[in-house]
């Protein structure tokens, strides 16, 4: 967790214009954080006073520190966001969604990765996650739901600024379509 900052900024001059200068702290796929120089152009020197420029900068620096006051949620496992995500989300949505979704939850998202915390489920994982699948004989587009249930959830703990780890669907290879394990051709 980033240590809690409160950012002055400061105003630099290069080149006959104005910049803001502040750090922002950025989480990485690992689940760390960074801190990044940010650069904001605010005008030329003679067009405007150092105060005007201050005012203007103002903005940038009341959305950083207000964001470091915002601690994210960091070490919570799959298991435990979705016990919450049932309680909150779950109850909102129409009945044969919660199904379909409950359906994936515990057939295949729970079993394998229930047990990791938000911050490891990365592409890398849910790659291994479509390999056990499509090991285990499902269709792709079996896959695709399931991938559909596990990017809804995910995408609910990022908005409810819990600290996760980050996969696209479009880096993933999926299982080819075609007849499954034990299935015969009709002629």
Known sequence: MPRRRFQRGSLVTKCNRRYGVYREDVLQSNGTFARKLRWVRLGVVTDQSERAAWKQFQPFLDAVNEAAEVEPRIGITLA??????????????KAGTVRVAESNLRAHILPKLGTLTLTEINTKVVQS????????GRSKK??????????SIMRTARDWEYAC????????????DGVKKGATKLQ
């Open 80 to 93: 435990v966001f979705v016990e919450e995500w049932r309680r909150d989300v779950a109850v909102n949505l």
């Open 129 to 136: 996650f479509v390999a056990h699948l499509a090991q285990g």
């Open 142 to 151: 079996t896959v695709l739901n399931v991938l559909a249930t596990l990017s």
């Open 165 to 176: 780890g980050s996969f696209r669907l479009s880096a993933l290879t999926l299982p080819r």
